[in-house]
Antibody
């Protein structure tokens, strides 16, 4: 069974930092590109960041560029998102996603709330 | 950045009816477009990739068409479990943007 389990969400003050993790199982993690997608409360989906299978190339939405860093550890089957300088508008459920051209797996998400 | 515009915002239909959802891109994405279904409290689920290919396990009542800038998701006969929000996503250019969603609600 494919499983993507996010962790690390929670309440943080504006300007603070959080590190999200996504532990993968049930598929060959190192063969899948990975990404983070977020959804603000009551809103639509927003693509945040992606990383290639080897981790050598990363991509970011303009809204998070320079503040968020995506990384992966293929020896641990784990994806990360380091989030710095957090803003109220970063409040959302953050989903971890693993994908190829034909397959697509999502975690259940972790809630990040940025508030004082 | 490629902007995807979905229409209508809400579609009110009854079970057994046909649903037609539209997604228009601000520039050509060739056939690099996917459709997702999301139910309340759940993660999105891939329905269609490459504009018209059904993902594994997706019923045949779901079909996708289009290329370039205009795409359509059709649900031939709505089942009760199909009432949800549907998103398109372009996979052509970075960032891989999503449309704002179409809610299919029960009439």
């Amino acid at each position: 069974e494919v499983l993507l389990l996010e962790s690390g969400g929670g309440l943080v003050q504006p300007g603070g930092s959080l590190r999200l993790s996504c532990a993968a199982s049930g598929f060959t993690f190192s063969s899948y590109a990975m990404s983070w997608v977020r959804q603000a409360p009551g809103k639509g989906l927003e693509w945040v960041s992606a990383i290639t299978t080897s981790g050598d190339i990363t991509f970011y939405a303009d809204s998070v560029k320079g503040r968020f860093t995506i990384s992966r550890d293929n020896s641990k089957d784990t994806l990360y998102l380091q989030m710095n300088s957090l803003r109220a508008e970063d409040t959302a459920v953050y989903y971890c996603r693993g994908y190829t051209s034909t397959r697509d797996y999502w975690g259940q998400g972790t809630l990040v709330t940025v508030s004082s | 950045e490629i902007v995807l515009t979905q229409s209508p915002a809400t579609l009110s239909l009854s079970p057994g009816e046909r649903a037609t959802l539209s997604c228009r891109a601000s520039q050509s994405v060739s056939s690099h477009l996917a459709w997702y279904q999301q139910k309340p409290g759940q993660a999105p689920r891939l329905l269609i990739y490459d504009a018209s290919d059904r993902a594994t396990g997706i019923p045949a009542r779901f079909s996708g068409s289009g290329s370039g800038t205009d795409f359509t998701l059709t649900i031939s006969s709505l089942e009760p479990e199909d009432f949800a929000v549907y998103y398109c996503q372009q996979r052509s250019n970075w960032p891989k943007t999503f449309g704002q969603g179409t809610k299919v609600e029960m009439k």
